[in-house]
């Protein structure tokens, strides 16, 4: 069960706020100096009438009111400059850190979670950091300062009518403290109602032509308002405790206001204080209702604040994959060796083995393809490879080591993947192409242009290489970004290369030209073919035959169709 206030989540907020403590305390220390100046005003108007009554002159004191005002204000404006400064400084080293974080979890964790949520924790969680590790924090502290001093003057002046001023003030107290937990309760569930906005709306675009298409845009519409009025009721709850809390201020204000000005005017009235006291303390009390505010205030926006801390703290939770050590240098010279070792695989503990103890060795160069039904686990390999997942059990072993002892980044860098969709990402068509190797030259990218079949789609566009591709590619076809995905890959210059279903949206003439390009690309590096189509797979120099999760047979095209009756099943319908 979650504690309204754990020192952890404290912790994590006073952490964003460090980094920028000296700005924050000399910002602070200035708001500070302006409350002080704010307090010593009624004093100074005290003095003044009874200059008044005396008949003294009181141009001084008129200058010193005019001065202490002008002060206040100039000294608050370069306060709240520097708070401000340091509010977007934290805003932004959150959301650096968020964004390592985010790009550093691992897939599996990643899959699990809704996009359009973990871009609302970057977006709005973030954004409620730029007051609560600035302003709310000082305004605690400024507030708590100026309320006492300003408490203890009043009491210098007259006990009676502080001891007015407190019990009311008391009852402010009470309502602030009942209502600051249900604050953050209210701002925590608004926050993640609007995380499963984002991720409805994500979900929607993501797969904008098949809402369309389905004609299910009044589903989704409904489904989106559901979310917005559930974040719209969190919201209001919140916004009617804020209301209540800080309300209760403006009232306790007033209250305290109409007592001291009755009990004081009977106590100017015989004679037991003089009017200048009375004149001074109603001062006081108006003054007050800026630090009491400063402090509910406050107090409000850091249970917003520990509810963002709270959910960005469960990104910072999710597992992260391990710390690369040594940089993007690609692991190992030359083809790859590969060899699986009993490996076993769920992708949950309460979801069946996709993979139940496969055994084999690809051998360094050449093409190994994958053949099998669906859910066989061919996929599955490619990620274990990657090490998007770990094995459950048993062993991958890449040049006679096991993968968890090579270093990631460049274990990756000796690996070229195009996965079964050929995912773009946004930018121009040359941005894509070197992804994996920026500093590839124009020549090398001509080449590979040149290779996939993709030099008449580069002259067709308005802009060649540096034409946009849209939204993950939707600019082009499924082909074009099969053959780009491919391209990316060989500019890379992996030295094992593996594909799943490369082919499976290329028309004839372009697949040939593909499986040349795959056929020259395993005289120089190992690689690797999840395939359907019989002439991908006949071109292979190995085949491994998978069937729910173990490797049922492994040979030639020719030997496993006199051999396997799946695989010669499987080759009649390729």
Request: with cysteine.
């Amino acid at each position: 069960m979650r504690t309204p206030i754990d020192r952890a989540t404290w912790r994590t907020l006073l952490g964003y706020a460090r980094p920028q403590r000296r700005t924050i305390l000399f910002g602070g220390t200035l708001v500070l100096l302006s409350g002080l100046a704010a307090a010593a005003q009624p004093l100074a108007a005290k003095a003044l009438v009874d200059r008044l009554g005396s008949g003294d002159g009181i141009a001084g004191l008129l200058a010193l009111l005019v001065g202490l005002a002008l002060a206040g204000a100039a000294i608050a404006m370069v306060g709240d400059f520097l708070l401000e400064r340091a509010a977007e400084s934290v805003v932004l080293v959150a959301r650096k850190r968020l964004a390592r974080r985010l790009l550093s979890v691992r897939v599996p964790a990643v899959q699990r979670a809704e996009p359009g949520d973990l871009l609302s924790r970057f977006t709005g969680d973030t954004t409620l950091l730029r007051e609560v590790c600035t302003h709310a924090l000082v305004a605690l502290v400024t507030g708590s300062v100026t309320t006492v001093v300003m408490v203890v003057m009043m009491g210098v002046m007259d006990v009676v009518l502080l001891g007015i001023t407190l019990a009311v003030l008391l009852v402010v107290g009470l309502l602030a403290l009942a209502g600051m937990p249900m604050i953050e309760k209210a701002s925590h569930a608004a926050q993640s109602a609007v995380g499963e906005t984002a991720a409805r709306l994500e979900r929607v675009l993501g797969a904008f032509r098949t809402v369309k298409a389905a004609g299910a845009e009044a589903r989704e519409i409904a489904a989106v308002e559901r979310s917005t009025e559930n974040a719209w009721r969190a919201g209001v709850r919140s916004a009617w405790w804020e209301s209540l809390v800080h309300g209760s201020n403006g009232l306790a204000v007033q209250a305290s206001f109409l007592a001291v000005l009755g009990i004081g005017g009977a106590r100017v009235a015989t004679g037991a204080i003089p009017l200048s006291t009375l004149v001074a303390f109603l001062l006081f009390l108006f003054y007050l209702h800026e630090p009491i505010g400063q402090l509910l205030h406050a107090g409000s926006r850091l249970q917003v604040g520990l509810a963002a801390v709270r959910r960005l703290g469960e990104v910072d939770q999710m597992p992260a994959e391990p710390v690369s050590t040594g940089g993007t240098e690609v692991a190992g010279q030359g083809a790859a060796r590969l060899a699986f070792e009993n490996v076993r695989f769920r992708y949950g503990p309460d979801l069946p083995e996709v993979l139940r103890g496969v055994s084999v060795d690809v051998p360094a160069l050449g093409m190994t393809a994958f053949v099998g039904p669906s859910g066989a686990g061919k996929s599955t390999l490619f990620a274990l490879i990657e090490r998007f997942h770990e094995p459950d059990s048993g062993r991958i072993r890449l040049d006679g080591r096991d993968l968890a002892d090579w270093d990631l980044a460049g274990l990756r860098a000796g690996i070229g993947y195009v996965e079964q969709d050929a995912p773009l990402l946004s930018g121009s068509l040359r941005e894509n192409l070197v992804y994996g190797r920026p500093e590839a030259t124009e020549e090398e990218i001509r080449d590979v242009v040149a290779q996939t079949r993709l030099d008449s789609l580069v002259e067709r566009l308005p802009d060649g290489l540096d034409t946009a591709v849209g939204h993950r590619g939707n600019f082009l076809s499924g082909g074009e970004r099969q053959r780009i995905a491919l391209a990316r890959a060989l500019i890379s210059r992996p030295r094992l290369l593996l594909l799943d279903e490369i082919t499976s949206q290329l028309d004839a003439a372009n697949e040939m030209a593909i499986r040349d390009v795959v056929a020259t690309a395993a005289k120089t590096m190992t690689v690797l073919v999840v395939a359907h189509r019989l002439s991908t797979v006949t071109q292979a120099d190995r085949i491994v035959v998978l069937d729910n999760g173990t490797v049922r047979a492994a040979g030639s095209h020719d030997e496993l169709v006199q051999r396997d009756p799946l695989y010669a099943e499987f080759s009649e319908h390729f």
